[in-house]
C-alpha cells in the first residue's frame, strides 16, 4: 500500500540534495578560510583567489564526499528502521554473483548513448549553455588524474547513488510507482549538476539507475555509476580535453551522434530487458509495479 504524498515526504525528498549540497559549502568556504588565514594578500586580487578556489574544486570535492558518505549512510539506515517500525520494510534478495556483471556493459552502453544524444541536443543549446558546462568541464579535469578518478570516479557515485536513490528515489517509491518515481529522482538529479548539458545526463542516467537500484539495491546502482563516471574520467583523460565551446557541430558530427545514440540506445535497452528477466526470477521482493 502507497504511502500519501503529503507535505512531510515532500520534505523528506527535498531535503537530502539540499543537505548535501550545504555539506559542500560550507567545506569550501572552510577551505576559503584557511586560504585567507594562510595568505591574507590573496583577497585583494579577486582574480588570482578565483583561480585557487577553483583550482582545488576537485579537492574541496572529494572532502565533501567523504564527510558526506557516513551521513546519508545513517540517514538510510534510519529510513529502514522507521519503515521496519511500521511494517513496511521490504528487503532485496541478494542476487547470484554473475548477475552483477550484467551491470557493466549496462553501464557502458547507457553512458554512450546518454553522451551521444546530449552532442545531438547540444547543437540546439545556445552557447551560453554550452558555456556554463565549459567552465564546470575546465573545473572538473584541472586535477590530477588520481584525484578525479576517486572524485569523480568513484566516492562521487557512492554518495550521490545513497542521495538520489537511496533517499530520494526509495521515498518517492513508497507513494508511487516505478516511472513516477524514476522520473521525479531524475529531474532532482539533474537539476543537481546546475548546467543544462549536465542535466540532460543525468536525466537519462538516473531513470537508468533508478531501474537498477530496483533490480538490485543500492550496491547495484552504485557500481553502475561508478562504472561510467570511471569510463568516462578515463577516455577523457586518455583523448585528452575538448572544450565543448570549441565544437563544431557540423552535420556529419550530428549524424555520427545520432547514429551511436540509436545504437546504443538499443543495446541500452537490449540490457535493461535481460537484466529486468533474470532479475525478477529471484527477486520476488522487488519494488517495480
Not at 549496462?106 to 548513448?113: D, G
Amino acid at each position: 500500500m502507497k504511502r500519501k504524498f503529503t507535505f512531510v515526504e515532500l520534505i523528506r525528498v527535498i531535503y537530502p540534495p539540499v543537505l548535501y549540497l550545504t555539506i559542500m559549502s560550507v567545506v569550501l568556504l572552510g577551505f576559503e578560510y584557511l586560504l585567507v588565514a594562510n595568505n591574507p594578500t590573496v583577497v585583494s586580487d579577486s582574480n588570482r583567489f578565483n583561480e585557487i578556489i577553483n583550482s582545488k574544486t576537485l579537492e574541496t570535492n572529494l572532502v565533501s564526499v567523504m564527510c558526506s558518505i557516513p551521513v546519508f549512510s545513517a540517514l538510510m539506515y534510519y529510513d529502514v528502521q522507521r519503515d521496519k517500525s511500521r511494517n513496511e520494510y521490504i528487503k532485496w534478495q541478494t542476487q547470484k554473483a554473475w548477475k552483477y556483471l550484467l551491470i557493466i556493459p549496462l553501464a557502458f552502453f547507457s553512458m554512450v548513448f546518454g553522451n551521444d544524444l546530449v552532442l545531438v541536443l547540444e547543437s540546439f543549446m545556445s552557447q551560453n549553455m554550452l558555456d556554463d558546462y565549459a567552465r564546470v568541464e575546465k573545473i572538473i579535469y584541472g586535477s590530477s588524474f588520481i584525484v578525479v578518478l576517486l572524485s569523480s570516479g568513484v566516492l562521487g557515485p557512492i554518495v550521490e547513488e545513497l542521495v538520489f536513490r537511496g533517499l530520494v528515489y526509495k521515498r518517492l517509491r513508497k507513494c508511487f510507482g516505478f516511472f513516477s518515481s524514476a522520473i521525479a529522482s531524475a529531474i532532482i538529479f539533474g537539476f543537481f549538476h546546475l548546467n543544462m548539458v549536465q542535466f540532460v545526463y543525468a536525466f537519462i542516467m538516473g531513470i537508468i539507475m533508478a531501474f537498477v537500484f530496483e533490480n538490485y539495491g543500492i550496491i547495484g546502482s552504485s557500481i553502475m555509476h561508478m562504472t561510467a563516471n570511471t569510463i568516462g574520467v578515463v577516455v577523457s583523460f586518455h583523448n585528452g580535453l575538448e572544450s565543448n565551446t570549441a565544437t563544431e557541430f557540423s552535420s556529419e558530427v550530428i549524424i555520427s551522434a545520432l547514429y551511436g545514440a540509436c545504437v546504443f540506445g538499443i543495446f541500452t535497452v537490449l540490457f535493461i530487458i535481460v537484466i529486468n528477466a533474470v532479475c525478477a526470477k529471484d527477486n520476488n521482493s522487488k519494488m517495480i509495479a
